[in-house]
C-alpha cells in the first residue's frame, strides 16, 4: 500500500500563490505516475494536472492552464503544484494521485492511492 501525504494549503486572496506538494510513501519504486484533482463543496472532482513519471509529459486542465504548474521533485515520487494568480474558483479539497498505470489522466478512478487532501481557500 502506498501512502500519499499533500501539504501547503491555506487561506490566500485573490491573485495569491501558493505551492502544494506530495510525497508518496513508497521511495523504492520511482515509476508512478501522479497527479492532481480538486473537488469544491457539493461539485464532482475536477482534474488538476497529471505528470508522468519520468516528468517528460504533463497535462493540465483547462481552467488551470497558463496559472498552475507541476514539477517532479528530487525525490523519487514527490510532486510539487505551483499554483499563481488563484481565483476564489479555485477554492476546493486539493487530492494528490497516484498510479503505476494510467490510460485516461483525467478519470479519477484511474488512480489507485489518494492522498487525504488539503484545504485551499482563496478569498475574493
Known amino acids: 500500500q502506498v501512502r500519499l501525504v499533500e501539504s501547503g494549503g491555506g487561506l490566500v486572496q485573490a491573485g495569491a500563490s501558493l505551492r502544494l506538494s506530495c510525497a508518496a510513501s513508497?521511495?523504492?519504486?520511482?515509476?508512478?505516475?501522479m497527479g492532481w484533482f480538486r473537488q469544491a463543496p457539493g461539485k464532482e472532482y475536477e482534474f488538476v494536472t497529471f505528470i508522468t513519471w519520468k516528468g517528460n509529459t504533463v497535462y493540465y486542465g483547462d481552467s488551470v492552464k497558463g496559472r498552475f504548474t507541476v514539477s517532479r521533485g528530487a525525490v523519487p515520487n514527490t510532486i510539487a503544484l505551483q499554483m499563481n494568480n488563484l481565483k476564489p474558483d479555485d477554492t476546493a479539497v486539493y487530492y494528490c494521485a497516484a498510479s503505476q498505470i494510467v490510460d485516461v489522466v483525467q478519470n479519477p478512478g484511474q488512480y489507485d492511492y489518494w492522498g487525504q487532501g488539503t484545504q485551499v481557500t482563496v478569498s475574493s
Open positions: 513508497d521511495r523504492t519504486s520511482s515509476n508512478y505516475h
